[in-house]
């Protein structure tokens, strides 16, 4: 028997070993005064109105799938959910919300819960007749845009089983309703019967942005699934999964359209064609969950972040010109102590959301993606990229060489280990200067425990991994990180971050998926609401105690149409990319116009900066490209507070309703 133990103890103190290490770990990137810091913010959730009888319509729990996909429905089902904020009233205050609701698939437009009376509306639900609908496509995503420049607030809607579809804004409209949208196809397709002759189109993602600089807004579509029948009960089995959890390639991809032209009035349009040498081939074909851009490199014209479930990830440089997009990959370097997937576009990680933003105010873009990092199932990391040149013009010559110069510090910031992550995004919730982070969490929520199942597929072969029979059951009533609870992170004295969900009232055991931001009042409060998978989505009010000043930017450019404050229209078109830089006693602050990007969320057109207690005029450093496309630059001074500026040839600040 004393044998028999002794022959244990090593195995046994393996075990032991192995998890003090990990509690230690875990230990060292908590920070310590998260309850501290925590007494700092506050959020009220606050009831969504929705559209008449809405509580009446059926609510369902699972799609109905491709047979090929039937044991595996949960899993298949686990996406959808979406929300953005964005002005849709005209009146200068992202007071407006875009739902996607997986309980009804609909599609719905409403007021958030903050806003003043004359921003409210009737809500109401997105409908795409007559253009061909059918019960094997399920919307994705609603993202808020000016797709013809005529200063009023379109939709982009994504789905899976079709092409988007643009719900472009009606001249004659005076309030948001479902006849005040023209729906149109963002992928031209032409039906004779009325019924879905296009490509089947599986969408996750989507990023709205100038990418060749010539003043429109152009488009990047992630889909996920190749062209396929995925939520076709009789469809055929031409269906098919990842064909490799580290490096997988044959999926849908990312898609980059050119904004060719557009027109307004009752019926208007934007026209778009596919761009197809746009980015390198082998880098297109990934799993796509999440879309994100900014400038690295002070062009004003966007550099993209692609983040890919089971495989590499991509940081693309951007070279357009007018008229030509042209992106080339970047990757990072590795040295003697850096792991692998720890070099930016080598991971094989499982990419799900990603957001940019200046963390140290450093004045340079810093990157966070979503991995799955669940504790004792798949623990990956996050990854926070963190900014390793020097300046803009050495961002330049790396990308342009191929490298991207950024290293990962996610677990050095308290940011590695949140659960099975989706959506991120980055938001001055105190206007203090420092940016907190809000992480989507959760993946299918049951009572049958299934990791053991999902790990041993984890060890499968991958030439066994496309093929849907060989993946284990995930049905109605399992559950893989249902209990995950959306994370708030807050910067701590320490210089770290700590997840104060708990402490504010927002861990909800429900898996969320989008996370939208917005000054829904206009008062220099951010606000922020979440799309939940199989849930209400919920708002939360900003109640902060203790708030700074602030510099609240709306970037307009003139009216394609001469429209100005009228009906639907603001007081210009958003100027998409134009950047800030601003400048006080206490360092510098960069933000940009965010058409659009990441998973399921997307932010309003404000651009921020937090000022905390200063007092006083702002130095500000405007970069922008005109309706032409032309490249303009202008510093001046602006007093704290919520402005308008017209981006022409300089920028002149006007007022908005």
Request: net charge negative.
């Amino acid at each position: 028997m004393r044998k028999r133990i002794r022959r244990l103890v090593p195995g046994l103190v393996t075990v032991l070993v192995a998890a003090s290490l990990f509690f230690t770990v875990r230990a060292s990137v908590a920070a310590a005064d998260g309850d501290e810091v925590a007494k700092d913010y506050g959020f009220k959730e606050m009831p969504i109105a929705m559209p008449p009888g809405y509580d009446r319509l059926p609510k369902q729990t699972v799609r109905k799938v491709n047979p090929a996909y039937e044991k595996i429905r949960s899993w298949i089902s686990s996406v959808g959910a979406s929300i953005a904020i964005n002005d849709v009233t005209g009146h200068g205050r992202s007071s407006g919300m875009c739902i996607v609701d997986t309980r009804t698939n609909e599609m719905v437009v409403t007021y958030t819960p903050t806003a003043p009376k004359a921003d409210r509306f009737t809500p109401f639900l997105l409908d795409a007749a007559p253009l061909p609908v059918d019960d094997a496509m399920a919307p994705t995503g609603c993202n808020f845009g000016d797709f013809n420049g005529d200063g009023r607030t379109d939709i982009l809607a994504t789905y899976w089983g079709r092409t988007p579809v643009l719900f472009m804004a009606r001249a004659g409209a005076g309030t948001p309703s479902a006849d005040a949208y023209h729906p149109t196809e963002l992928v031209p397709s032409e039906s004779k019967d009325g019924k879905y002759h296009g490509p089947r189109w599986n969408t996750d993602a989507a990023y709205v942005g100038d990418l060749d600089g010539d003043g429109h807004p152009d488009i990047v579509i992630g889909n996920y699934f190749p062209e396929s029948d995925v939520l076709d009960p009789h469809g055929l089995k031409n269906v098919v999964m990842n064909d490799s959890l580290s490096s997988a390639k044959n999926a849908g991809g990312a898609r980059v359209l050119r904004w060719t032209g557009a027109t307004t009035g009752d019926k208007p349009t934007a026209s778009y064609t596919e761009e197809r040498k746009a980015m390198p081939y082998g880098d297109a074909t990934g799993w796509t969950l999440a879309i994100a851009g900014a400038d690295l490199t002070g062009d004003a014209r966007p550099e993209l972040y692609i983040a890919n479930d089971f495989g590499h990830d991509h940081l693309l440089y951007n070279r357009s010109t007018p008229g030509n997009i042209r992106l080339t990959t970047a990757t990072g370097e590795r040295g003697p102590g850096t792991p692998k997937s720890f070099v930016l576009g080598n991971d094989s990680f499982k990419g799900m959301g990603v957001d940019f933003g200046d963390l140290d105010g450093t004045g340079k873009y810093d990157m966070a993606v979503s991995n799955i990092t669940a504790a004792w199932g798949l623990e990956e990391s996050n990854f926070l990229w963190k900014n390793q040149a020097k300046n803009e013009k050495e961002m330049r010559s790396k990308l342009a060489d191929g490298v991207a110069p950024f290293t990962q510090k996610a677990e050095k910031y308290g940011l590695a280990w949140t659960g099975w992550n989706w959506d991120i995004k980055m938001g001055d919730f105190r206007n203090d200067g420092h940016q907190a982070v809000v992480q989507a969490d959760g993946f299918v929520k049951g009572k049958t425990d299934r990791w053991p199942w999902l790990q041993e597929m984890a060890m499968t072969n991958d030439n066994l991994l496309s093929n849907p029979a060989m993946w284990p059951n995930v049905q109605p009533g399992d559950d893989i990180a249902g209990d995950d609870a959306l994370a708030f992170y807050a910067r701590t004295s320490s210089g770290e971050y700590a997840n104060i969900s708990k402490q504010l009232g927002l861990a909800v055991k429900t898996p969320t998926r989008g996370v939208a931001t917005g000054d829904t009042t206009g008062t220099g409060r951010l606000d922020f609401a979440v799309a939940r998978q199989w849930g209400p989505p919920a708002f939360y009010a900003n109640t902060s105690p203790r708030l700074g000043k602030h510099l609240t930017l709306h970037l307009v450019r003139p009216a394609e149409d001469g429209t100005k404050n009228k009906g639907l229209a603001g007081a210009g078109a958003p100027a998409y990319n134009a950047s800030l830089r601003a400048t006080t006693a206490d360092g510098t602050q960069i933000a940009q116009l965010d058409g659009g990007g990441g998973h399921g969320g997307f932010r309003s057109f404000d651009v921020r900066a937090g000022l905390g207690d200063h007092d006083g005029p702002v130095t500000v450093h405007l970069e922008w490209r005109d309706a032409d496309g032309g490249f303009h630059e202008q510093t001046r001074r602006l007093d704290p507070g919520t402005h308008t500026l017209m981006l022409t040839d300089d920028a002149q600040e006007v007022r908005s309703r």
